[in-house]
């Protein structure tokens, strides 16, 4: 399925992979140093306002690694779907940055 190129792929892709990089940054770099629940972080972003966008920032740095794959590959149409929700997603960080200060 990963090696076919169409934009539902693409923009799957782009929605799955910044929620898969959140759950690796919480395991990998959050966990080991506060040991707190997954609750118990996603309430201090909620809590947090600056944080949020941050941290959307830092999951979509995986949406790029695998954009990067895509392009590679000349899947374009999956990649552009790809682009199309890292897009979203920064029209979001900025909205939240805009919004919250």
Do not use: W
């Amino acid at each position: 399925m990963l090696k076919r190129d169409n934009l539902l792929l693409g923009i799957i892709l782009g929605l799955v992979t910044p929620v898969l990089a959140f759950f690796l940054y919480y395991l990998l770099v959050y966990l080991p140093k506060y040991q707190k629940s997954l609750a118990e972080f996603i309430n201090l972003l909620g809590d947090n306002r600056q944080a949020l966008p941050k941290l959307i920032s830092v999951c979509l740095l995986l949406n790029g690694l695998v954009f990067y794959f895509y392009t590679r590959s000349r899947k374009d149409i999956t990649a552009k779907g790809i682009f199309l929700v890292t897009m979203l997603y920064a029209i979001t960080i900025i909205l939240l940055k805009i919004l919250h200060g």
